[in-house]
Structure formats: structure tokens, C-alpha cells
């Protein structure tokens, strides 16, 4: 049986995978229309443009969270891998305090684009900036949660040997 903060954490991860999903879908119309106008109509459509750029980089922060569920980011760990369990926790445990300290700052130094946002408006669409500047705290917010949930669950095998997932058995 699932604890709540196991199902709060799932239904956390399936939401954000949506989000994704959902932005990914947004961005990818928005790229298709705006090459349609320019192409098929001779018309730039600027919002569109606009909305495509909003949409990636919010993909960007929350996707780069999704790759720390899934463990898909890219990590060279031959070095660890060959240490004693008690050093490659230790390695485990410096590598994710960097990450952290990466995360911190650039949450924190979103702050002032907060703060300015909250006067600025995009070109084309007039949305708060505040929104857009959002992306920052909140996609390193959830990064590092993952983060977090790495380091708990890799704990009794923090570098296990490469295996082999389902889209490198498809090749």
C-alpha cells in the first residue's frame, strides 16, 4: 500500500508529466502556425512566435525535472562507480549538494526578474512577465525535489552499472 507522500509524489510526477506534455503540444502548434502564416500567408504572426518561446522554456525547467524522475540525465560516473559504498554515498551526497547549490542560486537569483516582471509585459501577447520569470524558482524547485528523491533512492546503490531501458531494447 502507498503512503500519502508516496501518492502525493506520484500524482505530483503525473501532473508535471502532463504539464509537459501539454506544453510540448502548445509549442509545437504555435511553431506550426506561425510557419503557416509566414510561409503559406506571407504574415508573421508574432503571439505565436511568443507563445512557442514561453512554452519551451517553461519545458525546459519542468522537462529537466521529469529527466531527474527518470534518472535520464547525463552523468559520468565510471570514478564512483568503483568506490566502496560508504565513499560512493559520500559521492553521491557531493554531487547532489552542488546540484543544490546550482538550484539555490538560480532560484534565488530570480528574484530581482521577479520583481521587474511584475511591471513588465510581453510584446505581443501583454502577459505579466512575472509569469514567464516564474519558470525559474518553480522549475528549480521541482528539480531539486527530485533531486532529493534520487539520493534516497540510489542510496543502497548510488552508481548501479548502466542497464538497458525499453528505447535502447527497440534499437
Known amino acids: 500500500m ?12 503525473r501532473l508535471v508529466s502532463g504539464v ?5 503540444s502548445v ?35 519542468l522537462g529537466a525535472g521529469v529527466a ?10 565510471m570514478v564512483p562507480a568503483q568506490f566502496s559504498l560508504p565513499w560512493a554515498r559520500a559521492a553521491l551526497i557531493f554531487i547532489a549538494l552542488v546540484s543544490a547549490a546550482f538550484l539555490a542560486v538560480l532560484a534565488w537569483g530570480s528574484q530581482p526578474l521577479l520583481r521587474m516582471g511584475a511591471f513588465q509585459t510581453s510584446p505581443s501577447l ?7 520569470y516564474l519558470c525559474l524558482p518553480v522549475g528549480a524547485a521541482y528539480i531539486a525535489l527530485e533531486l532529493l528523491l534520487s539520493v534516497i533512492l540510489r ?3 548510488p552508481f548501479p552499472p548502466p542497464s538497458l531501458d525499453h ?5
Open 2 to 13: 502507498l503512503t500519502l507522500i508516496e501518492k502525493v509524489l506520484l500524482l505530483l510526477r
Open 20 to 24: 509537459v506534455i501539454v506544453l510540448f
Open 27 to 61: 509549442m509545437m502548434a504555435a511553431v506550426l502556425v506561425q510557419v503557416a502564416g509566414r510561409y503559406v500567408f506571407n504574415y508573421s504572426i508574432a503571439q505565436a512566435s511568443e507563445i512557442a518561446t514561453f512554452c519551451q522554456i517553461w519545458l525546459v525547467l
Open 68 to 77: 531527474m524522475a527518470r534518472g535520464q540525465h547525463v552523468a559520468i560516473d
Open 126 to 132: 501583454q502577459m505579466p512577465m512575472a509569469w514567464m
Open 155 to 157: 542510496w543502497n546503490d
Open 167 to 171: 528505447e535502447e531494447e527497440a534499437i
